[in-house]
């Protein structure tokens, strides 16, 4: 689980573009980074910086239009991602490369069980499984769900919102992906939740051995789990690198002013800092 | 919220299905609308069953009696007679299959072309949306029953070609909803996660979508049967119908609108009969609609 120790995603020069009818938005301009085997990575950035597009392109689920992923390269294990004929990329999608997205209650699909919805995912991706109900009551468990054998026939409405979430998890996790993309799994979820569903990601992810993407615009959040975080900003990566790095030395204007964000208790300031844009844009 | 072992019943309950089930078991007009529609279906599946083995019953529907002709009710012709002589009710029996079936038939048609054109509209959307839904809209700038008229005025008058043409005019609101409901659950939270997992194209389709719309769907084709009776029994009237001897609802208003002044009964009747028909699968379906309406309730 060090760091960089051998790249499995490498994205170079990613540009996209969203096309409209009567403009183009440029999504993406340009990132470039990579994700070691294990290794942690935090994407951060605010609404509308890009890195749940970039995140998505990676294993091209942008709807192509309006998307155009205009140029760069993404390869996975070597392999060019942007050649990929839909079969590979099914079997990329979910089995090498798998999401969790940020709304747990609306990324469950309502009219199945949580039995029907996990045993999809290891049917799609390992079919060499016989026993799927062993299997899915083994990752509910692992994702501390209490009594599983018992759960797995629940529907999602009949779940807490922390729960569905460890649900979503087990389902990315039972395909045995060798990347997890969390796109701000816990953003829709109450602060003592987020802090399980956290906890839950980082021991996870220590047991199985796989690559985390975190995305998020909480800096709060990264500086505990990720080994490394990259900055987005209007489409653009302005800065990348070590947590504790950045953190503490933050080149990029917008670096510092988003961790300038974050509360600190016992501050002795009245008001909460926010970005002014238009200072970075002058810096 | 944790329960360590879920009761069988409280399982049951959880499932969509069961939920609006409930939902509409609550709902005393729908129950006893949906009690209707069985009624008639009862009728129409025994009726068909005595005019297919020959078994005129209680009267032989096209039997003539010229001694007997415009009898008011009476005991042995309880809704009396018209004026060949035949018995109204054995007819009006007799007719019931005839409007169901051109009723159920002819959704079904409506329901297969409505849901593949609005399901493909609304999945695909960009281009394919626009040719298909403006060949909807041109098709909806007709007004269907003249639409439907001429059709059955140019293949001539079959309870075949009246099902079909009904089918082939009707299904365009059904493809608008179905395209509706494609294109707000194909940008769901859930259809993403189902692709992000690396579901092919038409299972997200079948298995992800599709069962999320079933409910309006169904609506649509419950609500879509009494048009399709109403319809025929338009056709009946105007003579463009099934034809006679066969008796239907509309074509025994048909033939009684002569006498309407004489012998109310040949009127009222299988208007009765139309409107009581109408009428329950317009209830059993706007119940079915409460029903489903509310998906997103937690319990």
Same mark, same amino acid.
């Given at each position: ?21 009567? /403009? ?74 798998? &999401? ?11 009219? &199945? ?24 009551? /083994? ?15 629940? &529907? ?9 979430? /460890? ?39 220590? /047991? ?76 | 919220?944790? @329960? ?19 939902? !509409? ?7 006893? $609308? $949906? ?17 297919? #083995? ?43 299959? %005839?409007?169901? @079936? ?28 626009? %040719? ?9 700038? #007709? ?38 409901? !494609? ?12 692709? $992000? ?54 074509? %025994? ?24 028909? $109408?009428?329950?699968?317009?209830? @059993? ?8 309406? @509310? ?5």
């Amino acid at each position: 689980m060090n760091e960089a120790a051998q790249p499995i995603l490498q994205v170079r020069d990613l540009c996209i573009d969203f096309v409209l009818e009567d /403009r183009t938005i440029e999504a993406v301009r340009g990132a470039s980074f990579e994700l070691g085997a294990g290794e942690t990575l935090a994407i951060v950035g605010e609404s509308g910086s890009g890195k749940s597009v970039t995140a998505l392109a990676l294993t091209r689920l942008l709807p192509v239009p309006p998307a155009n992923l205009k140029s760069g390269e993404i390869t996975f294990r070597g392999e060019d991602v942007m050649r990929m004929k839909p079969k590979q990329l099914r079997q990329l999608r979910g089995g090498k490369i798998a &999401y969790i997205f940020q709304e747990p209650s609306t990324s469950l699909n309502p009219v &199945y069980t949580v039995r029907s919805q996990i045993g999809e995912a290891i049917r799609l991706h390992r079919p060499d499984v016989t026993d799927v109900d062993t299997e899915i009551v /083994r990752w509910l468990d692992a994702v501390g769900i209490i009594d599983p054998a018992a759960r797995m026939h629940d &529907y999602p409405h009949q779940l807490s919102g922390g729960m569905q979430q /460890r649900v979503m998890i087990a389902m990315a996790l039972a395909c045995q992906p060798d990347v997890l993309v969390a796109d701000e799994p816990t953003t829709a979820l109450d602060v003592t939740i987020q802090a399980q569903i956290m906890e839950l990601l980082a021991s996870l992810k220590d /047991r199985f051995g796989m690559a985390v993407i975190l995305i998020t615009h909480n800096f709060g959040i990264v500086s505990g789990f990720a080994s490394r975080v990259l900055v987005m900003y209007r489409g653009r990566i302005v800065e990348q690198g070590p947590v504790e790095e950045i953190l503490r030395h933050p080149a990029h204007p917008y670096t510092r002013a988003l961790i300038d964000c974050i509360p600190r208790l016992g501050s002795k300031e009245k008001r909460l800092k926010t970005i002014d844009h238009a200072a970075i844009a002058a810096a | 919220m944790i @329960t360590t072992t879920p009761e069988p019943l409280a399982l049951a309950a959880a499932s969509p299905g069961r939920r609006v089930w409930r939902r !509409f078991g609550a709902n005393r007009v729908g129950m006893t $609308a $949906a009690f209707m529609v069985l009624l008639l279906g009862l009728i129409a599946v025994v009726f068909f069953i005595l005019d297919f #083995f020959g078994v005129p019953w209680p009267m032989d529907p096209n039997a003539t009696n010229l001694e007997r002709k415009l009898l008011p009710p009476n005991t042995t012709n309880l809704l009396g007679t018209d004026n060949l002589g035949r018995d109204v009710l054995s007819r009006l029996l007799n007719g019931a299959y %005839i409007s169901l @079936t051109v009723g159920f038939i002819a959704v079904f048609v409506s329901l297969s072309i409505g849901v593949t054109v609005g399901a493909v509209a609304g999945y695909f959307g960009g281009w394919v949306d626009n %040719i298909v839904m403006r060949v909807v809209d041109a098709i909806m700038c #007709f007004p269907s029953f003249f639409l439907i008229l001429t059709a059955v005025a140019l293949l001539g008058p079959s309870i075949f070609n009246i099902i079909v043409v009904i089918g082939l005019v009707s299904w365009t609101g059904t493809a608008r909803l179905v395209r509706a409901e !494609f294109l707000t659950l194909r940008e769901s939270a859930y259809v993403q996660a189902a692709r $992000a997992l690396g579901q092919r194209g038409p299972k997200v389709i079948f298995r992800h979508i599709l069962p999320n719309a079933a409910a309006p769907i169904l609506v649509t084709a419950v609500l879509g049967v009494p048009e399709a009776i109403l319809a025929e029994a338009g056709l009946s009237f105007l003579g463009f119908g099934v034809q006679p001897p066969q008796a239907t609802w509309g074509n %025994i208003i048909a033939d009684g609108k002569t006498y309407i002044l004489d012998a109310w009964w040949l009127i009222l009747f299988p208007g009765l009969a139309i409107l009581l028909a $109408a009428l329950s699968f317009y209830l @059993t379906g706007d119940a079915l609609r409460q029903a489903v309406e @509310t998906r997103s309730e937690r319990q």
